[in-house]
């Protein structure tokens, strides 16, 4: 059988255990054909690679594809470096480009920088900046928002609204005036404001999706699961995939609950309606449940105390979103339907309480689901066995975690003790689990996994910003971090048989890198590059 591409004078990694490396790849209809040289027929492309080093697609667990392309194409794009004074510049310029009250929409700011913003000075610094326009800026965990004095008035919050539901409308502490920063599911009364004057086209969510899969691309991404999807971008994924341009593998996660987007529909009715947008390279296999918030704003839940302050006092946990049995009603109804959870955990009292209602699940006999536990910095020690005990496999986001922003908000609200131990990925992968990469992109500002695969073997920074190692007795080899990266994520999203490895008979998707990982310092490996990216057995990135 001729094939119809062979990649000669190659290093071929393939992730593999049964033959890691090659120097040959062939190729036919879109399937890895050999890791051997095969018969050529006249319209076999051969391509020499002069020893260049070639990997699997790589395969990220966790996106927000579809907010990244959104905010790439059509928002303020604010980096978490910036201060109170280049915040407000920021939208200063944005907003002198605007009718008199169209809204400002952007982010994302640091979320250190919420003691500066909770006061109602900060809230009119804003609305002299914008011109007295609707202003959503959201944070650095995309799940808090600092708005205007307009977009308050357009949602209707006044010092007489309640806080809603799993959310908190920050407020003076002598007036109760709304101070303009809004945590959690408060955030969607503004969202749902901001939708009544501005939405966007079906060919605007497509133009999202691509620009965000051309990005993806260019970091050497060929498969990914966005972790909370709309009907809008389940339609746009179809409308790409119907007219041949969806070029990966995506599984979407449809939102059970939603604390932040402000979606609709989404639970059951979002369920019915889903599969309808199923295509070759689309499924949306997946539910997505919000199962507490995030530490630095004292949403996340903890099984021990957060450290006291004058709004929470000595006492306070955090919380789920919904009880246990809510949560095993979901996971069970999900397994009837044939599909998967990943559900949102970032303290480890939410870890635990997904944990228990997996296990009760399984023991009713629903072996086939996926069950992930998303994020999951922080796993009571008790835990950290249960994972591949339950086969859960754990989504975890080294861009989020490695010394900076996120980390040190953590620190100012944790014992410090706590607060640096956070992911303990050694300990996951000794005890037998499937652990999965994600980028979380947007909520980190690039999806490049090499940034992610740096900070899991060094445990530091990979930009060299921040100093020091967050808990580096948890970091792990080189090795491990890529399959982490490509089939981990591949197996934890039920796409383990078709990418992830070049394995014969799967799918065709592989890089070829500006240089060898395995010949790099652990220090430089977020400088690889991607020089090529093929899906499916043709090329969609080639660097210039």
């Given amino acids: 059988m001729a094939a119809d591409l062979i990649l000669t004078n190659a290093t071929v990694y393939t992730v593999d255990p049964t033959r890691p490396w090659a120097s040959a790849l062939a190729v036919k209809d879109g399937r890895v054909l050999s ?36 905010a790439a194409l059509f928002e303020l794009e604010l980096g978490t470096e910036a201060d109170f004074d280049r915040l407000l510049a920021a939208v200063r310029e944005r907003a002198a480009g605007l009718g008199p009250d169209e809204w400002v929409i952007g982010g994302a700011w640091a979320s250190t920088l919420v003691a500066r913003l909770s006061d109602r000075a900060a809230r009119h610094a804003l609305d002299e900046a914008a011109g007295g326009r ?19 008035e357009l949602a209707g919050i006044t010092a007489a609204t309640a806080d809603p539901a799993g959310g908190e409308i ?23 404001a901001l939708r009544e004057t501005r939405k966007l086209t079906e060919e605007q969510h497509a133009a999202a999706s691509r620009h965000a899969i051309g990005v993806l691309h260019s970091y050497g991404v ?51 309606v889903a599969g309808r947008y199923r295509t070759e390279h689309h499924r949306p296999d997946f539910v997505k449940i919000f199962l507490d918030g995030v530490p630095p704003t004292r949403t996340a839940a903890f099984l021990e105390p957060y450290l006291p302050d004058e709004v929470h006092g000595g006492c306070h946990h955090g919380a789920t979103t919904m009880p246990g049995e809510e949560l095993e009603g979901w996971l069970r109804t999900a397994a009837e339907a044939g599909l998967s959870a990943k559900v949102h955990c970032t303290g480890d009292a939410s870890v635990r309480a997904t944990l228990d209602a997996v296990e009760k699940v399984r023991s009713e006999g629903y072996t086939e689901a996926r069950f992930q536990v998303a994020h999951g910095q922080f796993v009571h020690p008790d835990d950290v066995p249960r994972f591949a005990a339950l086969d859960v ?24 003790d706590r607060a640096a131990r956070m992911q303990p990925n050694r300990s996951l992968l000794d005890s037998g689990a499937l652990v999965a990469g994600g ?44 399959e982490v990266f490509t089939l981990g994520s591949a197996r934890a999203m039920g796409l383990g048989d078709v990418t992830g490895s070049l394995s014969p008979g799967k799918s065709a998707d592989f890089l070829v890198l500006d240089r060898d990982p395995f010949r790099t310092s652990p220090a430089e490996l977020a400088r690889t590059e991607v020089t090529e990216t093929w899906f499916a057995g043709h090329r969609v990135f080639r660097r210039d």
């Fill in 439 to 482: 980028s979380d992109w947007p909520v980190s500002e690039s999806p490049n996994a090499w940034e992610g695969i740096q900070g899991l073997v060094t445990r530091r920074d990979p930009a060299g910003v921040h100093p020091g190692a967050l808990w580096p007795e948890q970091a792990i080899s080189l090795p491990e971090a890529i």
């Fill in 393 to 416: 496999s754990a989504d975890i986001s080294p861009f989020l975690w490695v010394p900076g922003v996120i980390p040190s908000a953590i620190a100012t609200v944790l014992p410090g």
């Fill in 134 to 152: 609707p202003v959503t800026l959201a944070d650095d965990s995309r799940h808090n928002r600092w708005v205007s004095s307009r977009a308050l």
């Fill in 35 to 70: 890791l051997e040289e095969v018969e050529r027929g006249p319209k076999t492309e051969v391509l020499d690679l002069g020893g260049a080093f070639v990997l699997p697609g790589l395969v990220d667990v966790h996106t927000h594809h579809a907010f990244a392309g959104r």
């Fill in 222 to 272: 060929t498969a990914f699961q966005d972790a909370g999807v709309s009907v809008d971008i389940l339609r746009a994924l179809k409308s790409l995939d119907d007219a041949g341009e969806l070029d990966a593998w995506v599984v979407s996660s449809l939102l059970i609950n939603d604390p932040i987007f402000g979606f609709d529909p989404i639970g059951a009715p979002l369920l019915e």
């Fill in 170 to 192: 920050g407020r003076d502490p002598a007036t109760g005036e709304p101070t303009g920063v809004l945590l959690e599911a408060a955030g969607v009364l503004v969202e749902h």
